[in-house]
């Protein structure tokens, strides 16, 4: 008892220590930023309660007014273009160079006199690409910004600027009737036009960005206290504009240290609460829970992955939280522990994911009412056509509640309820995927389901159609145990469906000595005469340990090889024992190699068993089936199994052991009722005297 106690203990902390790092885990993922509580499009009604400014509100100016004044100071900027003389000085130097060698012999100085001074010229106003006095003219500028050698910009008009085409046609057709036009187009004067003033795209950018700055995003200030907007009203354009200012400052004001700091604390104690709760709960109503930690590591485990999917899907994915199939949790548990655990286990994670939603209040309706409905719809999963009927249930309650939800909010369906059935929908084949975690978490937790039990107890299965062939009365003995079990375990109450398994598998350990074993003797000669009690009791006991063996050779779950290993607990094979006794008249006899090696039952089922196993058993021994002699051998038995205590480890209740003997009679009576003897015809009887005579 005490080792049971301290092994509960810790389990019990290991579990709480589990729920602690996994909370951890849940505030260090946790979105950085605070949720803005309320979701609003323009034009929408307004579907949540009386919004007063909590304080100053600065009214950001719209976006669509802020990128005209953006594009309206773009326009006003003038373009600055950059003069650079070094390409004068080279042009210059260049005609000097090569009228000096190249023309200076055949041509007069006036040649050179006045090409250099048209250079000159045509290099002070400014020479620009065809294409950049084109773009000068589309924008119709007047004046640009030109910055000189000194880095300074002033405004200067545009007409003084010259194309290269231009510069090269006014040096031809302005020369002086002195000289000859043939010659100067001789001097190739192309080579010493370059474009000396360009474009000066990053002064540009700098200007306008520095404009663009110096406007102001706001347009004034909403007081704390001043009325939003109230319940019903039409979101117009200045509410709208007022709604996202007040958003933009929330987000930021959350975004603070102090106040994330002081968000983390908050959100860490309020997910401490709801986790110390459902802790609390196994402890005090589940003690089963504690049996083996592996139960927290599940839930913790399932509950952490659906928080941190919503974490996910709030702060980076952005997709809608209706997706994430969130009755899988809860369809889990229902189907691996109990309906009530299992919407416990769902209301927590409920609550903890609503903390980073927005519309946290239908986020938990839908969500809480979705649960409840998986949870009654589904007590147990024995075929895919429930969990499809489940699902489907499940998706009907998430789209009528959902429009339900906007018909009380604005009077009609808005579009966003609309695109929320394809989130439903989307969810609900999410859903289908049960039946294979199911399958998951079986081989993962060891844990073992209805579905699993059904198949397990067909009779088709391979060690259970050996048990038939080598030891058909076992197995004629295991179906009539299975019958009676099944119905006390139903009116108990008890795992139907583990109890009916468990009886069909309990005694596959005598197919190996089968012969050894009374309902499998058909009249012969009895193999126990040639032995001596001790070594008879042997191979009785036997039985179980070579059943143990079988069963985990053939993969069985731990839970069906439990009802083998304590279908006889401690008890003894008291035919054998009781003989050795009477042998052994006036010598203290050593019980225990008559004694079976146990465990005791310790649930309701393995109990049920027990019971079942010996009522059956003994009731071949009847000579007459009556209700007297069944309720006799019944009370006789069954008290006899509780006189020794067996039944101790057990949950069973003198009112549960009283209903099982109840269904036990009537059982065996219905079993073993006698039929009538069908007439023969008169003409037959007659032809069977004269045979016989």
Not at 173 to 184: E, F, K, M, S, V
Not at 214 to 219: D, E, P, R, V, Y
Not at 315 to 329: A, E, G, K, N, T
Not at 607 to 635: F, H, P, W
Request: glycine share 4%; aromatic share 12%; with cysteine.
């Amino acid at each position: 008892m005490w080792n049971s106690q301290k092994y509960r203990l810790t389990t019990s902390i290991q579990s709480l220590l589990i729920f602690i790092i996994m909370g951890i885990i849940i505030v260090i993922f946790a979105p950085k930023e605070h949720k803005f509580m309320y979701t609003f499009e323009k034009g929408q009604v307004w579907k949540h309660e009386l919004l007063v400014a909590p304080y100053d509100i600065t009214l950001l100016k719209p976006k669509e007014v802020l990128e005209q004044e953006r594009d309206s100071i773009a326009k006003e900027v003038l373009p600055y273009y950059m003069v650079d003389r070094e390409v004068d000085r080279e042009a210059l130097s260049r005609w000097e160079h090569d009228f000096e060698t190249l023309y200076k012999e055949t041509y007069s100085q006036d040649y050179y006199r006045y090409v250099k001074h048209k250079l000159e010229d045509f290099y002070s106003r400014g020479l620009v690409t065809q294409d950049d006095l084109e773009d000068i003219h589309a924008l119709q500028l007047l004046e640009v910004n030109l910055i000189n050698a000194e880095k300074e910009s002033a405004k200067y008009s545009s007409t003084f600027f010259l194309s290269l085409k231009e510069a090269y046609q006014e040096i031809l057709g302005a020369a002086p009737d002195y000289l000859d036009r043939r010659n100067i187009e001789l001097f190739n004067i192309d080579n010493y036009l370059r474009a000396n003033t360009r474009p000066d795209k990053i002064t540009y950018d700098k200007v306008v960005r520095e404009e663009q700055q110096k406007i102001s995003n706001s347009t004034g200030v909403l007081v704390a206290g001043r009325r939003i907007i109230n319940k019903g009203d039409v979101i117009d354009d200045y509410t709208y504009n007022v709604l996202k200012s007040y958003k933009k400052m929330f987000e930021e004001k959350s975004g603070s240290d102090r106040t994330f700091f002081g968000r983390v604390i908050g959100l860490f104690v309020i997910v401490m609460i709801l986790l110390g709760a459902l802790w609390a709960y196994f402890f005090l109503f589940r003690n089963f829970f504690f049996h083996n930690v592996k139960n927290a590591i599940f839930i913790s485990g399932g509950i952490l992955i659906f928080v941190l999917i919503t974490e996910i899907a709030v702060s980076l994915w952005h997709f809608d939280v209706y997706i994430i199939p969130y009755i899988i949790l809860p369809l889990l548990v229902r189907i691996f522990f109990d309906s009530r655990s299992a919407f416990f286990v769902h209301t927590v994670t409920i609550l903890i994911a609503m903390l980073f939603v927005a519309q946290p209040l239908d986020f938990v309706l839908l969500q809480l009412a979705a649960g409840m409905v998986t949870i009654f719809s589904l007590k147990n999963l024995t075929s895919r056509s429930q969990l499809i009927r489940t699902t489907f249930l499940v998706f009907l309650t998430y789209v009528m509640l959902s429009l339900s939800v906007s018909f009380l909010q604005s009077g009609v369906i808005d579009q966003v309820q609309l695109k929320r059935i394809l989130s439903f929908g989307i969810n609900m084949i999410f859903l289908m995927f049960t039946y294979v975690l199911v399958y998951l978490m079986e081989k993962i937790f060891g844990y073992i389901s209805n579905i699993s039990l059904v198949e397990l107890s067909d009779i088709n299965r391979p060690l259970l159609r050996q048990l038939s062939e080598y030891a058909p009365g076992t197995f004629q003995h295991s179906m009539q145990v299975s019958i009676l079990a099944t119905e006390a375990a139903q009116s108990i109450d008890a795992d139907v469906q583990l109890t009916r398994t468990g009886a069909l598998y309990h005694d596959i350990g005598k197919m190996l000595n089968a012969a050894f074993f009374t309902e499998n003797n058909q009249g012969g000669r009895n193999p126990h005469d040639d032995l001596d009690y001790k070594e008879s009791a042997a191979i009785i006991i036997k039985h179980v340990t070579e059943g143990i063996a079988l069963a985990q050779k053939h993969k069985l779950p731990p839970q069906v090889i439990d009802f083998i290993r304590t279908h006889h607990g401690r008890g003894r094979t008291k035919y054998f024992y009781t003989m050795y006794c009477n042998e052994h008249s006036g010598e203290v006899v050593d019980p225990t190699p008559f004694t079976y090696p146990g465990p005791n039952p310790f649930s309701r089922e393995t109990g049920i068993l027990m019971l079942a196993d010996a009522v059956e058993a003994s009731s071949r021994s009847l000579k007459e089936y009556t209700e007297t002699s069944i309720k006799e051998l019944v009370e006789r038995i069954v008290d006899s199994i509780v006189a020794d205590r067996l039944l101790d480890n057990t949950p069973l209740t003198f009112r549960n052991i009283k209903t099982i003997k109840e269904v036990f009679v009537k059982k065996l009576l219905t079993m073993n009722h006698s039929r009538i003897a069908y007439p023969r015809a008169k003409k037959e009887e007659e032809e069977s005297v004269k045979e016989q005579a």
